[in-house]
Nanobody
Framework: QVQLVESGGGLVQAGGSLRLSCAAS????????MGWLRQAPGKEREFVAA????????YYADSVKGRFTISRDNDQNTVDLRMTSLKPEDTAVYYC????????????????WGKGTLVTVSS
């Protein structure tokens, strides 16, 4: 059974930092893209960041570019999201995703999802 398990969410003040981690099990994703999406209260789920299977290419939503960094470790079957200069508008449930297709500014046809981890940024 494939599982994606997120960790690292929590409450942080505006301007602070958090690091989200996603551990995959049940299969290896070393040949698949992985990424993060988020859903704020009352809003649709949106793309945050994605990374190619090799880790050589990263893609970001304009709203997080320059503040968030995505990375992966194929040996550990993990993907991380380092978030800095957090803003209240970054408050959302963050979902780890694997498989699918990455285009600039978009990540779709995702095959696997985590259950999400809540990030709350206070002003």
């Amino acid at each position: 059974q494939v599982q994606l398990v997120e960790s690292g969410g929590g409450l942080v003040q505006a301007g602070g930092s958090l690091r989200l981690s996603c551990a995959a099990s049940g299969r290896t994703f070393s040949s698949s893209p992985m990424g993060w999406l988020r859903q704020a209260p009352g809003k649709e789920r949106e793309f945050v960041a994605a990374i190619s299977w090799s880790g050589k290419r990263q893609y970001y939503a304009d709203s997080v570019k320059g503040r968030f960094t995505i990375s992966r470790d194929n040996d550990q079957n993990t993907v991380d999201l380092r978030m800095t200069s957090l803003k209240p508008e970054d408050t959302a449930v963050y979902y780890c995703a694997a498989g699918g297709t990455i285009l600039v500014g978009s990540y779709y046809d995702i095959n696997y999802w985590g259950k999400g981890t809540l990030v709350t940024v206070s002003s």
